[in-house]
C-alpha cells in the first residue's frame, strides 16, 4: 500500500494550493480517505474527510468554507483545495486511508495507511 502526497509548497497569505494523494495497493474506491496535519511543535490534526464515493464530507472548523477535498476514483486520487491560507495552515499534510474501525472520521485512529506528508508553508 503507498500513499504518495504531492502539492506542497511555499505560498503567501491569501494564495491558494492543491494538495493530490496518489493511492495503490489498495482498493482506493471502496476506501474512505482522510487529511491530517502537523504543525510544527504541535499534535496532529484532523483537516477534512471524503467517504468513497465522495457523496459525504467533512471538515475542521479551522478550515471549513477555504478548503475543499474531492477525489478521483478512476485516478486512485484524492485532492484538498486549499484557497485562502494563513500562515496557521503551516504544517506538514498527510492524507490517510479509512481503515473503517468505527471510531469517527475526524480521528487518527479511523485511519490504517498513511502517506508520507508534504509540506505547506504559507508566508505572511
Known amino acids: 500500500v503507498q500513499l504518495q502526497a504531492s502539492g506542497g509548497g511555499l505560498v503567501q497569505a491569501g494564495g491558494s494550493l492543491r494538495l493530490s494523494c496518489a493511492a495503490s495497493?489498495?482498493?482506493?474506491?471502496?476506501?474512505?480517505m482522510g487529511w491530517f496535519r502537523q504543525a510544527p511543535g504541535k499534535e496532529c490534526e484532523f483537516v477534512s474527510y471524503i467517504s468513497w464515493g465522495g457523496g459525504s464530507t467533512l471538515y475542521a472548523d479551522s478550515v471549513k468554507g477555504r478548503f475543499t477535498v474531492s477525489r478521483d476514483n478512476a485516478k486512485n486520487t484524492v485532492y484538498l483545495q486549499m484557497n485562502s491560507l494563513t500562515p496557521e495552515d503551516t504544517a506538514v499534510y498527510y492524507c490517510?486511508?479509512?481503515?473503517?474501525?468505527?471510531?469517527?472520521?475526524?480521528?487518527?485512529?479511523?485511519?490504517?495507511?498513511w502517506g508520507q506528508g508534504t509540506l505547506v508553508t504559507v508566508s505572511s
Open positions: 495497493g489498495l482498493s482506493f474506491s471502496s476506501l474512505a
Open positions: 490517510a486511508a479509512d481503515g473503517s474501525r468505527g471510531y469517527p472520521p475526524n480521528t487518527i485512529r479511523r485511519y490504517d495507511y
